[in-house]
């Protein structure tokens, strides 16, 4: 008996085109990362390393506008947004405009902007900028954390959503 892959046929396209249109279909969680100046973005790039030592990474295209800030900063915060701040993310993500104009924060212990009423944070210092093709990589050795809770924010296909966990009754 021979096995049937069943799978549609790749569609020919771009590598560019093909891997964002593919990459479309992962669910990632949305941060927002800040640096000194103040200056920070949106990213769904975050992930952690390592827990001995505690690292965490992240990308950033090459030419966007916030990277020479973050290859000058000493630190970085990174935000973990929660359902409901989709307009957060949005600024973020919008290149031309002042991101921090009506967005509520402190400065950080590390000189890092913290955001407000966020779900989770952490500050982190750089331990590795790597370019890698036509984004950076950036490394982090984390400095300070903390958690608020709240039901995550997620970027999936072009769209915002959350996600719910569905926890067993103990009994």
Avoid: C, K
Avoid at 98 to 121: I, N, Q, S, Y
Avoid at 129 to 146: K, N, T, W, Y
Avoid at 161 to 166: C, P, V
């Amino acid at each position: 008996m021979t096995a049937v892959d069943d799978r549609p046929a790749a569609r020919t396209a771009p590598p560019a085109d093909l891997l964002r249109s593919t990459l479309r279909r992962h669910a990632a969680g949305v941060t927002v990362i800040t640096v000194p100046g103040p200056a920070g973005f949106t990213a769904t790039s975050f992930t952690s390393v390592s827990l001995e030592p505690a690292l965490v990474s992240f990308y950033l295209s090459a030419t966007a506008s916030s990277a020479p800030a973050v290859r000058a900063a000493e630190a970085f915060t990174v935000h973990v947004l929660e359902r409901g701040q989709e307009e957060l993310a949005t600024r973020f993500a919008r290149s031309g405009t002042d991101r921090f104009a009506g967005t509520a924060w402190r400065p950080g212990e590390h000189g890092t902007p913290l955001l407000d009423g966020v779900a989770a944070w952490l500050t982190a210092r750089p331990v590795l900028l790597q370019p890698v093709g036509d984004h950076l990589l950036v490394v982090g050795e984390v400095l300070a954390a903390g958690a608020q809770g709240g039901e995550p924010l997620l970027h999936h296909d072009g769209g915002f959503g959350g996600f719910t966990t569905e926890r067993p009754a103990l009994g």
